[in-house]
């Protein structure tokens, strides 16, 4: 930022000549604010101010986005979920409590304290609560690849504050999505009965049918085709790892099942180039029966989750959380199938049954 | 080369500069005519012929994934990338892993040298983005090498990229050409090839000091080392890991800040054994060969020993500057197994 103020400064007309095409709107198509690593501590550009309705409500959301994160690091590094207590509810407070607890009972190694290189905020305008707003956070650490993650941040009431509801670690190697932005910058929430007038489909829709795909694919034995969804590793991918796995545990005498639930938590749908990203909550259940010879954990809890306390059991019930991510196309779209583009899950639950 | 010798016939025209004239003309026609100028040496193929080449080998490398066509596998790659794929696609086989589906690559980039001396073996380099109906986008970083005239172009070694960074920039000319560096000593570059392997067999052998500062962080030295070590602190089967320089190049790509990538293998082993045996007294490897893998067969073992081949995309530095050495792509395959009773 500093080299721009300094040429603005020394050259006044050419100064005058960006903030009259700023006035004219020649910089609308920009996508979102992107807040790079050097822009944190002050305001992205005059530029930016003057030409965008929403930049106070983007700025606000990127300064709620890095305390978040910085909270987040802290509970994950430290494998304790008190520090997200005032930053995550709903879908969100149950993942990131899943991987904590799971890291935390079983010694995994603790997670990286990743930080913030690039956050990219979609902010619809603040009409009712709850408000919502989207952010793609990509965090980075000297050891590990970059990530990027979708969340959703919610904001029930006037007086309350904004937390994390909601997030899905985003595909490798793939562009985010073109969410769109009007020319005042603010992205586009759609309403359940805007979904069924400008899409194939509907969020609510669309969470039931990825349920149906699951179950379906429970209850047979080779992995199934989705005629709704296209076959990505969120989905395809997803029931043949879990087919392999039923095969290679099954010679070992241990039975596995799941079956899939409806979350109810609330989900989200912005506006993009080419229909709309959904975001969706579901649960499920997996039962392992070891119908061969019971599981039993010895004392040092070495043989299985260290959830699980010392003894000998028939099964074990483990409930998971699972977050999607899902492009809808619009009406009348060519090819009208919706996309999973993001998965992520964690085991919120261990029950284990004599 | 015709530009430099009409240059020379206009200016000199003394009995001893038309000797030298003459002499410089022939010296230089042999050099041409051998074609071992190194100024300008001519292309061993277009960059549009090796994408051909590469559309060509994911062709046959679907059929090596959908099909475990052995055959195939021998007619599109060699030495390391042979190896590792050889042993995987067996692992895979006696584990009853199902086969995956087909891979396509979605984007495709090659680095073309001119030609190096002698002619033979050539190289080039790929990048390829692939993706599956299963799986997301995944890069890669391949280089491809061609024996003599009358043999097919094989990929020698390939190494999966790291995620959503960009891929290495490598230094194109202006007519598509990508440049070597002989990284035969270091006059060119902070660490010959020869160093630079055993610089990463020293760094991932686990008997050594966890740093080196001539090695940069990253996912693939620093975070794998740090995962590796914190495994073997939180679990009761320890593994321990001993590396030697295996086969490398001595040609790496330059690329646009001034380093230069240089893909290499490295040969290791790995043993597996309990940490105490009055907690865990014995390795079990279930039916399903989920733990250790389809090389290792179901069984009860006091220990067992893993060969392993690791291949390696790296970026160079200059000579002279205090850049570290990267890990820019890295694969890595268990090739064979032993095991002790307990």
Request: with cysteine; proline share 8%.
């Amino acid at each position: 930022m500093q080299p721009w103020r300094s040429r603005t400064g020394r050259h006044p007309l050419w100064a005058t000549l960006v903030l009259a095409l700023a006035a004219a709107g020649c910089f609308h198509s920009e996508p979102a604010a992107k807040l790079g690593k050097d822009q944190r501590s002050e305001q992205p550009s005059v530029v930016a101010q003057s030409r965008l309705t929403a930049q106070p409500l983007l700025d606000e959301a990127a300064g709620v986005v890095r305390a978040y994160w910085q909270a987040r690091g802290l509970a994950f590094s430290i494998r304790e979920a008190a520090p997200l207590r005032d930053h995550e509810d709903g879908a969100a407070a149950s993942l990131s409590g899943g991987v904590i607890e799971d890291a935390h009972a079983n010694g995994n190694p603790p997670s990286q304290n990743l930080t913030l290189s690039e956050i990219h905020v979609y902010v619809p305008r603040p009409e009712r609560f709850p408000r919502v707003f989207l952010a793609a956070v990509t965090a980075t650490d000297p050891d590990t690849s970059p990530e990027i993650y979708l969340v959703v941040f919610t904001k029930g009431a006037r007086q309350a504050p904004w937390k994390a509801s909601w997030w899905v670690k985003y595909a490798n190697n793939t562009p985010l999505p073109s969410i769109v932005v009007d020319q005042d910058g603010f992205a586009t929430q759609l309403a359940p009965s805007q979904q069924r007038r400008v899409l194939v489909t509907d969020a609510v829709t669309v969470e039931r049918r990825l349920r149906d795909y699951l179950t379906q694919a429970e209850e047979t034995d080779t992995p199934p085709r989705s005629g709704f969804f296209t076959d990505t590793a969120d989905t395809y991918g997803t029931v043949k790892a879990n087919e392999a796995f039923k095969k290679q545990s099954a010679q070992n005498g241990v039975a596995v099942g799941q079956s899939l639930k409806d979350a109810r938590l609330p989900g989200f749908a912005c506006l993009t180039r080419d229909g709309a990203l959904f975001a969706v909550t579901i649960r499920a259940d997996k039962l392992v029966g070891f119908l061969a010879s019971p599981l039993v954990q010895d004392a040092n809890q070495i043989q299985a989750d260290r959830r699980i306390p010392p003894g000998s059991y028939r099964a074990v019930l483990y409930r998971y959380l699972a977050t999607y991510a899902i492009q809808v196309p619009r009406t009348g779209s060519t090819d009208p199938r919706a996309v999973a583009v993001a998965s992520s899950w964690s085991v919120t639950a261990v029950t284990a049954r004599t | 080369m015709s530009v430099w010798r009409f240059r020379f016939s206009l200016r000199d025209t003394s009995v001893l500069s038309t000797v030298s004239l003459g002499l410089i003309i022939v010296v230089a026609t042999v050099l041409c005519i051998g074609g071992s100028t190194s100024r300008q040496p001519p292309p061993a193929l277009s960059p549009v012929a090796a994408i051909a080449i590469v559309r060509s080998y994911a062709n046959g490398w679907a059929r090596v994934v959908s099909e475990r066509d052995f055959t195939v596998l021998n007619q599109i790659q060699s030495g390391a990338a042979l190896a590792t794929t050889s042993a995987e696609l067996k692992a895979k086989e006696s584990a009853g892993e199902p086969r995956p589906e087909v891979p396509r690559p979605r984007e495709v980039a090659v680095a073309v040298p001119r030609l190096e001396l002698p002619p033979f073996p050539a190289h080039f380099l790929a990048i390829v983005t692939w993706s599956s109906r299963e799986t997301d986008p995944y890069r890669e970083v391949l280089e491809f090498e061609q024996v003599s005239r009358r043999t097919p172009w094989r990929v020698w070694a390939t190494a999966r990229l790291i995620d959503n960074i960009p891929p290495p920039p490598v230094a194109i000319d202006a007519d598509g050409y990508a440049a070597l560096v002989d990284a035969r000593d270091a006059e060119n570059l902070r660490f010959s090839a020869r160093a630079s392997a055993k610089l990463l067999g020293a760094y991932f052998d686990d008997h050594h000091a966890p740093d080196d500062p001539a090695i940069a962080p990253g996912p693939f030295s620093t975070g794998l080392r740090k995962q590796r070590m914190a495994a073997n602190q939180n679990f009761q089967i320890q593994q321990v890991r001993q590396y030697q320089p295996g086969a490398f190049r001595t040609a790496a790509y330059r690329l646009s800040d001034g380093s230069a990538l240089l893909l290499l293998a490295l040969n290791g082993s790995r043993q597996v054994y309990p940490l105490d045996r009055q907690v865990v007294s014995a390795i079990i490897q279930r039916p399903g060969q989920q733990g250790f893998g389809g090389l290792v067969p179901p069984g009860t073992y006091g220990s067992i020993t893993l060969q392993m081949t690791m291949m390696l995309a790296v970026t160079i530095p200059p000579a002279h500057s205090t850049r570290q050495l990267r890990v820019v792509a890295r694969q890595e395959q268990d090739t064979r197994a032993t095991t002790s009773p307990p």
